[in-house]
């Protein structure tokens, strides 16, 4: 196994329509999964797709709780309006998270590396990840998605701030003694 170099925002890869993968089964793609799933752990990634390895095929991995899951020539189908708000983070736009409006819960179908069909319906935070991954196939990163720039910045930044409203809020939230 081999940690991949991670293709970062700017690089046209990350643009580009991914292609099918001819042979899910063939031994570069399960290498390519393989090399993958090390890469997204080692980076504490949430999800990777194939194109931010320079590899711009239709293939992404997720993290199943302690497990990696792999999708080949996925298809998502969003089941509900793209109306939940959350923060989103990308290996390929690194230091930075932005907030976007996703669908709740998204139906998914797609092949295995042993070419068995992979379907079900995620909902939450793996239902983000799926719609986040899914646009990578497609040339789409998640600033494009967003609707509010206000809610886009660096991750320590973003912190800071979100500690100093709390600690503001904090009394008003405790009220007057009575
Ligand atoms: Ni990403």
């Given at each position: 196994m081999?940690?991949?170099?991670?293709?970062?925002?700017?690089?046209?890869?990350?643009?580009?329509?991914?292609?099918p993968v001819p042979d899910p089964?063939?031994?570069?793609?399960?290498?390519?999964?393989?090399?993958?799933?090390?890469?997204?752990?080692?980076?504490?990634?949430?999800?990777?797709?194939?194109?931010?390895?320079?590899e711009p095929l239709?293939?992404?991995?997720?993290?199943?709780?302690?497990?990696?899951?792999?999708l080949i020539n996925p298809e998502i189908e969003?089941?509900?309006?793209p109306d939940q708000s959350g923060w989103e983070g990308c290996l390929s736009i690194p230091g930075l998270?932005?907030?976007?409006?996703?669908?709740?819960?998204v139906a998914f179908r797609g092949l295995d590396i042993e070419g068995r069909t992979v379907e079900g319906e995620a909902e939450g935070l793996l239902a983000r990840v799926m719609q986040h991954e899914f646009d990578h196939l497609n040339g789409i990163l998640y600033p494009s998605r967003?609707?509010?720039?206000?809610?886009?910045?660096?991750?320590?930044?973003?912190?800071?701030a979100a500690v100093r409203q709390q600690a503001e809020?904090?009394?008003?939230?405790?009220?007057?003694?009575r």
């Open positions: 081999a940690i991949l170099k991670i293709a970062r925002m700017g690089h046209p890869v990350l643009l580009q329509v991914a292609e089964t063939a031994p570069e793609i399960g290498r390519l999964v393989r090399d993958m799933a090390e890469t997204m752990l080692d980076a504490s990634g949430l999800g990777l797709a194939a194109p931010q390895v320079h239709r293939l992404f991995v997720w993290r199943n709780g302690e497990n990696v899951a792999a969003l089941l509900g309006p998270r932005g907030n976007v409006e996703r669908a709740g819960k967003m609707s509010d720039m206000a809610l886009f910045g660096f991750t320590d930044e973003l912190t800071r809020a904090a009394p008003a939230m405790a009220g007057p003694a």
